[in-house]
């Protein structure tokens, strides 16, 4: 039975506090690779809910076993099977590459993350009283503008909170793209470890973990205030976000009749 091993302090004060260039590029790569990961997943997520809407049935085929397929799978194995399954370029933008380990570990994050988006997203649109499209399309607006002006933002109030948790989710994930060779936090203090046997290098990164999270919630805070905010005493009937949509200037003239 292994005895309890102390804390080296020393060690994680120096990566938190006193972080090196190295650790600042794993750090820069998990969030980029979140980012863009979370990004394309919702909007994979959009795209799978309307096909799921879909007056078309082999749509609502396809996005059921989308569904069913990356949601009933480890993303683990979704990750392994995407990098080697697959030949995938290297991206430059000037002085920054991104290496073709992270494209392959962005895109198995977002074709994941769009699964689950999808039933986000769904949940979101149904919550909106259907008598609204009715309305939106009985004077004269098409499905897709309809649900672009009307549907879309006021669904965003039911699918902002869970997609936080999802995104929160989503920089914890960016650990197993590791295991394809993507130099990021949990490869930084990996690499660490294998080479001195400390394992607060560990713990380290755990904290950075915390920090980008803890972040991101103050963020996600700030953002469902504003959608709070929207719904104002002031709110606008139905009608008036019928005229918005299809005339937005008026809606600015209107705005600056009431200030």
Request: proline fraction near 3%.
């Amino acid at each position: 039975m292994h005895g309890l091993v102390a804390v080296d302090w020393h060690v994680i004060w120096q990566q938190v506090f006193h972080p090196s260039h190295v650790l600042f590029r794993t750090l820069w790569a998990t969030v980029y690779i979140s980012v863009a990961s979370q990004a394309a997943g919702v909007l994979l997520g959009l795209l799978a809910a309307l096909a799921r809407m879909s007056r078309f049935a082999p749509f609502r085929w396809i996005s059921g076993v989308y569904v069913l397929i990356f949601r009933g799978t480890p993303l683990l194995v979704q990750i392994f099977y995407v990098y080697f399954a697959f030949s995938w370029p290297s991206l430059h933008f000037g002085f920054w590459t991104v290496p073709d380990a992270a494209i392959a570990g962005i895109v198995a994050l977002s074709v994941n993350e769009g699964a689950y988006m999808r039933e986000i997203i769904r949940a979101g649109i149904d919550s909106v009283d259907r008598g609204q499209m009715e309305a939106a399309r009985s004077v004269g607006m098409t499905y897709g503008l309809a649900m672009r002006r009307i549907i879309l933002p006021q669904a965003a109030r039911v699918i902002v909170p869970p997609l936080g948790n999802e995104f929160n989710n989503m920089m914890k994930n960016t650990s197993l793209v590791y295991t394809i060779g993507v130099f990021e936090l949990f490869a930084f203090s990996e690499q660490n470890y294998s080479q001195t046997f400390i394992a607060d290098y560990f713990l380290a990164i755990a904290v950075w973990y915390l920090v980008l999270t803890t972040v991101w919630t103050f963020i996600q805070a700030l953002i469902e205030r504003r959608l709070t905010e929207s719904e104002r005493g002031e709110e606008l009937s139905f009608r008036e976000r019928l005229e918005n949509a299809w005339n937005p200037m008026a809606a600015w003239g209107r705005g600056i009749q009431h200030r």
